[in-house]
């Protein structure tokens, strides 16, 4: 459920929540325990819900940031202004998203302060890479139902910057947590630190998400220059109009991808992020 400084917070079905660390050898193996992981523990004193982890059991998906297991798809959260949104770090996200092959939604919180201009704009920008783009406004509790549709039956990761409402639309979404959340916040209290860490909150049925701290900068995954345009989906309807093979969609003439930029096919604002991420990717040394 949630892991602090070496303790991990396992839920048993049944049993409650136990604390427990990582048996020694997930150390020498380089494996760490990561918040959604399915385990088996062995008890060390039940009275006071205390374990040891035996064994990590196979994980269905694992990302690094956030650092997190088994989880069906990822919910991106920012505000439409008030922080205006910063795209070069959306698109980083999204990236790591793609790499994964992970779904992801597109949630821009505090739509009531925002013009129908500044939505429209980044609906044009996000819904031609396949994106689903929801507006919703937290403070005034609109939109949160069909978050909510949306998350149903799955594993979600909520992630985003600092700022832009990701507690709040936790407390939304969970204002009264059915299991143990008394038992686990009483025994994580022993443990808090001001670093945030990521924690699994159930919502309903086989629904939960998992809280993640805050991000204001990501480096891009390990890819090369030439693999980054297959991680912007909107560029593969058009890459076979470009004259030639391997084309970076940069200085080439008869591009494609360039062509449906100029037409307002493709969002100015990603092939921008595109030219920048390919220059970073191309100014990296490669060891």
């Known amino acids: 459920m949630k892991g602090i400084a070496g303790f991990y917070y396992v839920h048993v079905e049944g049993y409650g929540v136990y604390e427990c660390k990582a048996k020694g050898i997930f150390r020498k193996e380089g494996v ?12 060390l004193d039940e ?14 998906s694992e990302l690094l940031r956030p650092a997190v297991a088994n989880v069906d798809q ?13 795209f070069n770090l959306l698109d980083r996200f999204l990236i790591h998203m793609e790499r994964q092959q992970l779904p992801t939604v597109i949630c821009f919180n505090k739509e009531d302060i925002a ?18 783009v929801l507006f919703i ?3 005034e509790n609109r939109g949160v139902e069909q978050v909510k549709t949306i ?26 947590i059915s299991m ?42 390990d890819i090369t220059k030439e693999e980054l345009g297959g991680y912007y989906p909107e560029f593969r309807e058009y890459e076979p109009f470009c004259k ?10 008869s591009c494609g991808v360039k062509e449906a930029v100029e037409a307002g096919k493709i969002s100015q604002v990603r092939y921008e992020n595109y030219k920048i991420l390919y220059r970073e990717l191309q100014e990296t040394k490669r060891y």
């Open 151 to 176: 998350l149903e039956g799955k594993t979600t990761t909520l992630a985003g910057p600092s700022g832009v409402g990701k507690s709040s639309l936790i407390n939304r979404l969970a204002p009264h």
């Open 180 to 221: 143990e959340t008394g038992e686990i916040s009483e025994k994580i209290a022993r443990g808090r630190h001001t670093t945030r860490h990521s924690e699994i909150i159930p919502l309903g049925r086989e629904t939960y998400i998992m809280d993640t701290p805050g991000f204001t900068s990501l480096a891009i995954p």
């Open 47 to 60: 009275a006071e819900k205390l374990g040891n982890i035996r064994q990590i059991l196979p994980r269905k």
């Open 32 to 43: 760490k325990p990561l918040v959604g992981d399915n385990v088996e523990l062995d008890v």
């Open 115 to 132: 013009s129908d201009q500044e939505k429209e704009a980044l609906r044009r920008s996000y819904e031609t890479c396949g994106y689903q």
């Open 244 to 253: 030639f093979r391997g084309c970076a969609h940069l200085s080439e003439p």
């Open 137 to 139: 406004s937290v403070l």
């Open 74 to 86: 990822a919910l991106v959260l920012f505000a439409i202004v008030k922080p205006n949104p910063n």
